[in-house]
């Protein structure tokens, strides 16, 4: 906060904290200070429930009341209200809608519990434009937005994402996104340790811990009685309401498709590497010329490489187009084919015809790595990266025609069903458990941590969530599944044994319809005799 204030920035702060750790009372202490120091200030609280309205406000009456003259200063006023002498005033509202505060003009603005409000009501979205465009984007205005995590996907999930991947620590202010992310772990809780006995005994998990963190023995009892005593025993929910990270706060509540262990180990070590490059890809946007890996260094691009090509690898491409859906993602991922190690990530929102011109132009500097490609929502991003001359395209089998259900049909691409997707998925978490792959962007770990089981039992990202980076990953981890060693030959002859499939198909239709009239002939004679 100290920081933006300094550069003369408006303050704007995203909290992600464990349960029970006095933000909520510290930042209405900021706001009453705030109101007495400066005159015609304007501040508003917006809580998820009615009741935690009122609590969350009584605070800053407390302040009041026992502030020496505080009687001098202000009062409270009706519907939750402090209006102060020299002009300033604080209030607060419950969420619930696009109209909450819309017409006023705020300088401080605290949202409280986000998360928790689109879980009940499925419109913090619509609060929170409301609220926020109460707050011009100037000097000397605060917005903070905090609250405990409530599993992947919706605002306060995306906004934290944003927050993290778009603040530039170094120049606050001219990254993409101007929230400072804030992360408050149970262990920096002076109050989180409770007395250990003489028989005290770390487990396994507990001794992980304490290694990787620094926890002491007292710690780890409280840890222990907080989860048996507060959370019935459920890791997940103590892991939601008290996490020791941000990745293990966002955990998805449900049965998860992806083992976690594994993920949570890669995602420590992801956490600690620098990528060699990180900025974006320069695109012709002539569609027929074609593109060369020509990359501008910036801190907020869409391509991230960790290990460039060398002269004898072999690469695999795994390219996920945009399904259509507001706000969906585009994404690559770059698999080096010995050891499976991720070397790059391509990750925008772009459509399917600049989505294969980044897949060509990367597939050609890996040393033309073989690229599968997914076809359903976008066929044309495999159309377009044929017409540029790709070569190693996948090509397999699809039952594609209803008449000839037994009859195979070469196509160029992959086709997602939730049968085919569980099966890549399910690929890529047994080669995750065998510790077979090198996972190195967070941005895929997280995903992959998402992605739960449904009620139809298919593998599906949560709601408000996304899995594109997941299954890029998993194209390219399929790949080398379907590919023996050493890798096929350059020349691809997917067309002509195309137009020959098809050509047999129709040859087949035709037999078919020739078939179906002389059984309608003869059920005509037979009526008529």
């Not at 109101?35 to 605070?59: P, Q, Y």
């Not at 691409?413 to 047994?430: A, N, V």
């Not at 941590?449 to 899995?467: E, F, M, R, T």
Request: proline share 5%; charged share 25%.
């Amino acid at each position: 906060m100290a920081r933006q204030a300094d550069a003369h920035l408006p303050i704007r702060l995203i909290i992600l904290k464990s349960r029970q750790k006095g933000v909520t009372t510290l930042v209405q202490a900021l706001f009453f200070l705030s109101c007495i120091e400066h005159g015609g200030l304007s501040g508003l609280t917006v809580a998820h429930r009615a009741d935690d309205t009122e609590e969350i406000f009584n605070k800053s009456s407390r302040f009041l009341s026992g502030w020496p003259g505080g009687s001098m200063l202000g009062h409270r006023g009706a519907q939750n209200s402090i209006a102060f002498k020299n002009g300033s005033r604080l209030r607060a509202f419950t969420a619930g809608g696009r109209h909450v505060a819309s017409g006023s003009t705020n300088h401080l603005l605290h949202y409280s519990e986000v998360a928790k409000s689109e879980s009940q009501m499925d419109k913090s979205g619509e609060t929170y434009a409301s609220i926020a465009n109460t707050v011009h984007r100037v000097p000397n205005t605060m917005v903070i937005l905090e609250g405990t995590a409530q599993g992947r996907g919706g605002l306060f999930y995306d906004l934290w994402n944003k927050a993290v991947s778009g603040y530039n620590w170094e120049k606050p202010g001219e990254g993409d996104f101007g929230f400072m992310p804030i992360f408050i772990p149970w262990q920096m809780d002076p109050d989180a340790r409770r007395p250990v006995g003489p028989d005290f005994t770390r487990t396994e998990q507990e001794a992980e811990l304490a290694a990787t963190f620094g926890l002491d023995d007292q710690q780890l009892q409280w840890r222990r009685w907080t989860l048996n005593e507060q959370c019935y025993g459920d890791l997940d929910l103590f892991n939601q309401e008290h996490p020791i990270t941000p990745h293990v706060a966002w955990l998805s509540s449900g049965r998860t498709f992806f083992s976690r262990g594994p993920l949570l180990s890669q995602m420590a070590n992801a956490e600690k590497l620098s990528p060699t490059f990180r900025g974006f890809m320069n695109l012709p946007l002539a569609v027929a010329a074609r593109p060369r890996y020509n990359v501008t260094e910036h801190s907020a691009g869409h391509l991230t490489v960790w290990e460039d090509p060398q002269p004898q690898g072999r690469y695999l491409l795994g390219v996920d187009p945009a399904g259509g859906g507001d706000g969906d993602y585009s994404a690559i991922e770059v698999f080096a084919r010995e050891g499976m190690s991720q070397v790059a990530e391509f990750h925008a929102r772009v459509d399917g015809g600049v989505l294969a011109r980044a897949a060509y132009a990367l597939g050609m500097h890996y040393n033309e790595g073989w690229v599968a490609v997914e076809r359903n929502y976008d066929p044309g991003c495999v159309r377009e990266m044929r017409n540029l001359g790709y070569r190693k395209l996948y090509h397999g089998d699809r039952l594609d025609h209803p008449y000839f259900h037994s009859v195979p049909v070469e196509t160029i691409g992959w086709f997602t069903s939730p049968q085919s997707k569980r099966y890549i998925l399910q690929g890529l978490e047994t080669h995750l458990r065998a510790g077979e792959i090198r996972l190195r962007s967070p941005k895929l770990i997280d995903e992959l941590l998402a992605i739960i089981v449904d009620d139809k039992g298919s593998a599906a990202a949560p709601h408000g969530a996304h899995d594109d980076l997941a299954m890029s990953a998993a194209l390219a981890v399929e790949l080398r599944r379907r590919f023996p060693d050493p890798m096929p030959p350059l020349e691809l002859t997917v067309p002509q044994r195309r137009v020959k499939a098809v050509k047999d198909k129709q040859q087949r239709f035709k037999q078919y319809q020739k078939q179906r009239r002389r059984e309608w002939r003869r059920q005509q004679q037979g009526g008529m005799v």
